[in-house]
């Protein structure tokens, strides 16, 4: 996904990209606005409508009470009245609370209303684990609403997709859920300067491998592509794919990966009994089956309430070493 | 005459009890009224009946349980009842769902097993790309040893396996050459990969050793060129049916040289199929079976010998033919080499190789006389056997070679 | 509350809308009975006042938001009964190509937003849909119907919030009919004053008698009035019955017979029908002509319904959102 001329790169964060592409999407259409709890005066529970208030106004920036049922159905509803809302919701976490809305309203009206109504509502969520924020702030439901017919779920895990993929997400007729990945809210990369709308519908070969398939998305990706490193220095070439479309799954990518390499690892930060994860390679087995060479992996969260302690907390959640480990199952290494 | 049935009042209601009548037949009844009590799993339901008209007959009693549906009553509609007369379906879409429901067989998960040219031994960890690969290539995975994860066998594995018949052959029906299967390293012909694959493990794995003998030709030549003059061109023998036979034979004093080698240890062969190393013309190698050679006289090994040089070098040859050999004869004699120092084909633990007939100087009875002699090799498997036995089985072989009318 | 000026023709027309209702879902409960409709049926029987009071104040441009007993707000909207009958039986000639059903009626040229099977699931959109039209400067009026059961949810209270919070023109209807299935009230609320709830929010709210649709009609001009005049949202408690029970299958063992006759006796079209006759604005005639009207009105709805076709299973997966490719 590179340009084809060298495009002038500037340095930046996940944080100020998201932040850039709300940016662009307020000043390109005035039928966006942002609405969510603190995305006004405090700036965004992760600073990343911090400005946007000032620049844009409390209509268009629109600090809500803590009522994710109502603001979220109110999305929803804004949305059929001819707006083009992005409802931030604080975390996944809380979300649960706005799942009646998304899930019985958001993911259902088209098809109730025999195709009459379309729902073009984006949601931003933030999603993962590992600043040991305890049980009831690390959840990571991408899988959950993956299940759901009727919306769009995404995750971006690079500065260019989480720059430009809410452009796209808002020029989408139905509900588009994004993930943002909170602990890499902070990560440094490098965006070029005219980075604009990215695609939705496809996943992305990080690093292309002739050995193994490594399939994730979000935040594990990063610690897919360390192990990666890792592995390498063993000689051991392993294929990173980045799903960045959770719902619908780009089937095609999966499998072209997998009947090269012959042997899959999925890393998933839900927790591994009914995951996205069992998904994939519920998948690969029904259709890639014949160019398998051993059984399909996965690394996933331990079925424990994510712990507080530091060290609990690297332990439930996936970390390069298991995603190491996994890749040598695959190869017969390490019985 | 119109009737007047049991209502459904829900998707999941089957039944009711009619527990009170509020009508008797004569009485007249407006749309809407209630007409009667029918008890449910919900508690005591007021029915109504849907039009005006006159109650002629109460056809169900008081505490019966019927299904939805049933005619409960008849009645006569009045005349300026404005409701046309429904058409009744039958019953329920619950019904329909019912025997939707009976039509789903839970079938047993039935595992599609490849066809393989052997049953296959036993339960096999076999990963489905190799069991594919294994298939298509008409091995037998139980001859394999797996490198995968619990001893399972892999890709690699068949691949290996593949190189000791080495070329994917044709299968039983005898046509051009066959495409070959599986993948070819690039500038490598599939035949050639197999080919080094196999020496590679040959070599990697099994720990060879040589032994010589130089063995005097004389009474099995000439028993030969004796033979030979009783028989039509056609059937002629050549020598190397009696090197295989003395090949075969000699074998049943020295099980250990007779057999394959898997990952549980060495499995002696009660028969003796001996693999014949044939070279073919667009260069490569096949070694397959001339099956139980020690029980086939002369003339019927000469027969078997041509026929499988003929369909080795057509592309003919049988899978069990290829997969068959116990022990394998390389012979290079027509290339002038005296005397060749082979690589044993995995599984197998044994080779022999005889260079040419040569014309050499001999010590007969302290004399120097010229004796056209043949220089016979054995590398053999030292896991399996040693030098001691490959020299008694080199010993025999050469006894043999001197009384050729009894082999 | 201003008196209504009722002359012979609006009377009239009030009467036609609340009986084309009634014969409606009547007609409805025979069908269910003998499984032609399926799944659930909510009845409107004796709350017809409520909704065609209600949509006498509405214009076109405005918008409409309703529960899974919507069928009356569906046809005093103005969808046509044809339409309606037709997704009740779940055929594509419905107003939701079938694929909705008694509790899904949708409607665009109406801006009908269902037919919402969550109870309080429709108070957010409404905020939501009040919201654009204040975004986007237009003056128009969101209508929210719901029953007295919504007022026990979070929602309901996070969008009267919302709602006077941003000063939208929402018009929130609450059909109190005294018993959410079978929860009673005054078994289930602390205050059983559910307009009081709304006054709590700043919001201004009164109590109507839901039985008098003359009663319904001034209120909700007012109250819509006002919205439209930007003076923020207005809440109504309309206080009304229904004569049948929460749906199809249902005992009613929640609730006295002798109670259910009295709340007959003074219900909408008995009671209104009997008033036009003492204005002198109907006779026998007129009303059995009304009558015979209307039944044939029903009749051809059944015969749309009955004729209508069946969606083909190969279009399954139409009309879902998120496919891949969509324009």
Not at chain 1, 303 to 317: C, D, G, N, Q, R
Not at chain 2, 379 to 407: I, Y
Request: charged share 25%; glycine share 8%; proline share 5%.
């Amino acid at each position: 996904m590179s340009a084809t001329e060298p495009a002038t790169m500037i340095a930046s964060t996940y944080r100020e990209a998201a932040r850039e592409g709300l940016r662009h999407a307020l000043e390109q259409d005035p039928r966006v606005f942002l609405m969510g709890e603190d995305v006004g005066h405090y700036g965004g529970c992760y600073a990343v409508s911090k400005g946007l208030l000032d620049k844009f106004g409390p209509e268009r920036i629109r600090d809500t009470p803590l009522s994710e049922s109502g603001f979220m159905g109110a999305g929803v509803g804004a949305a059929l009245g001819g707006m083009r809302p992005i409802v931030e919701i604080m975390t996944v976490n809380f979300s649960l609370l706005a799942l009646d809305q998304i899930v019985n309203n958001a993911a259902t009206i088209r098809h109730m209303s025999g195709g009459q109504f379309r729902v073009p509502v984006v949601v931003r969520m933030a999603t993962g684990g590992g600043l040991q924020l305890a049980a009831q702030h690390s959840h990571s439901l991408e899988g959950w609403y993956a299940h759901i017919p009727g919306i769009r779920v995404v995750a971006p895990a690079t500065l260019e997709d989480v720059r430009g993929m809410l452009w796209t997400a808002l020029e989408y007729p139905d509900p588009v859920l994004i993930f943002e990945h909170a602990p890499l809210y902070n990560m440094k990369g490098e965006l070029a300067e005219d980075a604009g709308p990215i695609d939705i519908d496809r996943a992305a070969v990080r690093r292309p491998g002739a050995d193994v398939s490594l399939i994730t998305y979000g935040g594990s990706l990063w610690k897919t592509l360390d192990a990666a490193t890792q592995l390498a220095m063993e000689g051991i070439d392993v294929e990173v794919i980045d799903l960045r479309t959770l719902r619908p799954l780009d089937d095609e990518t999966i499998f072209a990966s997998v009947s090269k390499t012959h042997r899959a690892v999925i890393v998933d930060e839900g927790w591994r009994t009914g995951s996205l994860s069992a998904e994939i390679s519920a998948r690969i087995t029904e259709n890639v089956f014949y160019d398998l060479d051993a059984p399909v992996e996965r690394v996933c969260t331990a079925e424990v309430p994510i712990p507080y302690p530091k060290h609990l907390e690297v332990a439930a959640l996936p970390q390069p070493a298991q995603i190491i480990e996994a890749v040598k199952r695959t190869l017969g290494q390490n019985d | 005459m119109s009737e007047f049935r049991m209502p459904s009042l829900g998707t999941d209601m089957e039944d009711g009890t009619l527990v009170e009548w509020l009508v008797a037949p004569g009485d007249s009844v407006d749309r809407g009224d209630i007409v009667a009590v029918v008890e449910t799993e919900k508690g005591a339901i007021e029915i109504e009946i849907f039009d005006a008209g006159t109650i002629r007959q109460l056809v169900i009693g008081v505490d019966d349980l019927v299904p939805v549906d049933t005619v409960l009553a008849t009645y006569q509609k009045s005349d300026e009842a404005p409701v046309p007369a429904l058409t009744r379906e039958q019953a329920a879409p619950r019904q329909v769902a019912l025997e939707a429901g009976a039509a789903i067989q839970v079938s047993p998960a039935a595992p599609t097993e490849p066809a393989t040219p052997k049953t296959a031994p036993g339960r096999l960890r076999v990963s489905p790309a190799a069991r594919k690969h294994a298939a298509d290539l008409s091995l037998d995975l139980g001859l394999m040893v797996g490198t995968g994860r619990g001893g399972a066998i892999t890709l690699e594995d068949v691949e290996r396996a593949a190189a000791q018949p080495p070329a994917p052959a044709a299968t039983a029906t005898p046509t051009a050459p066959a495409e070959p299967a599986g993948p070819s390293l690039a500038g490598l012909s599939p035949m050639r990969r197999a080919i080094a694959n196999a020496m590679a493990r040959s070599k990697h794995e099994i720990p060879h050793y040589y032994l010589a003998a130089t063995i005097d030709m004389t009474a099995a030549l000439d028993w030969l060129e004796a033979e030979n003059e009783k028989r039509p061109v056609t059937g002629r023998l050549l020598y190397a049916a009696l090197l295989i036979k003395a090949v075969a034979k000699a074998l049943a004093k020295t099980p250990e040289l007779n057999g394959v080698w898997t990952r549980d240890g060495y499995h002696p062969s009660d028969d003796v199929h001996v693999g014949m190393a044939i070279s073919l013309r667009e260069g490569g190698l096949i070694a397959p079976a001339l099956r139980d050679a020690d029980k086939k006289d002369i003339a019927a090994l000469m027969a078997d010998f041509r026929d499988l040089v003929k369909r080795a070098r057509a592309g003919g040859l049988r899978s069990s033919e290829l997969s068959d050999p116990t022990i394998t004869v390389t012979s290079l004699g027509e290339q002038g080499i005296e005397t060749v120092f082979p690589i044993i084909y995995p599984p197998q633990v044994a080779i022999v190789g005889f260079g040419s007939v040569v014309e050499r100087p001999w010590a007969v009875d302290g004399k120097i006389v010229s004796r056209r002699v043949i220089t016979a090799s054995l590398a053999a498997d030292h896991r399996v056997s040693d030098g001691h036995r490959g020299g008694l089985f080199l010993a025999a072989m050469d006894r043999l070679l001197q009384e050729p009318e009894a082999l | 509350m201003n008196g209504l000026d009722l002359d012979r023709d609006h009377g009239r027309h009030l009467l036609r809308q609340m009986m084309r209702i009634r014969r409606f879902e009547e007609k409805c409960a025979e069908l269910y009975s003998a499984t032609k409709i399926r799944g659930f049926l909510h009845l409107y029987i004796g709350e017809e006042a409520n909704a065609v009071g209600v949509m006498e104040a509405l214009r076109p441009e405005d918008a409409v938001v309703a529960t899974y007993r919507e069928h009356g707000h569906a046809l005093a909207r103005g969808i046509s009964m044809d339409a309606v009958m037709a997704e009740m039986y779940g055929k594509q000639e419905g107003s939701s190509r079938g694929r909705g059903g008694s509790m899904h009626i949708f409607d665009a040229k109406t801006r009908f937003y269902g037919g919402n099977a969550i109870v309080s699931g429709g108070l957010p959109l409404a905020v939501g849909l009040a919201l654009a039209d204040k975004m986007q400067g237009k003056s128009r009026v969101t209508a929210c119907f719901f029953g007295e059961g919504a007022a026990a949810e979070g929602e309901f209270h996070e969008s009267l919030n919302l709602a006077a919070l941003w000063n939208l023109p929402v018009l929130f209807l609450c059909e109190n009919n005294l018993y959410a299935m079978g929860t009673a009230l005054k078994i289930s609320e602390s205050e059983t004053d559910i307009h009081a709830k709304a006054a709590s929010y700043n919001m201004q709210s009164e109590a109507v008698d839901g039985m008098d649709v003359v009663a319904v009609e001034t209120a909700a001009r007012q109250a819509a009035d006002a919205i439209r005049q930007g003076e923020g949202p207005r809440f109504l408690e309309l206080r009304t019955y229904r004569f049948r029970a929460h749906s199809m299958f249902d005992a009613q063992l929640y609730r006295d017979k002798a109670e259910v006759e009295a709340w007959k006796e003074k219900g909408p079209v008995v009671t209104f029908t009997a008033r036009l006759k003492d204005l002198g604005f109907l006779d026998d005639d007129a009303l059995a002509d009304m009558e015979r009207e209307i039944d044939g009105e029903v009749e051809t709805a059944v015969e749309f319904a009955e004729a209508g076709t069946w969606e083909p299973e190969a279009d399954l997966l139409r009309d879902v959102g998120g496919e891949r490719g969509v324009s």
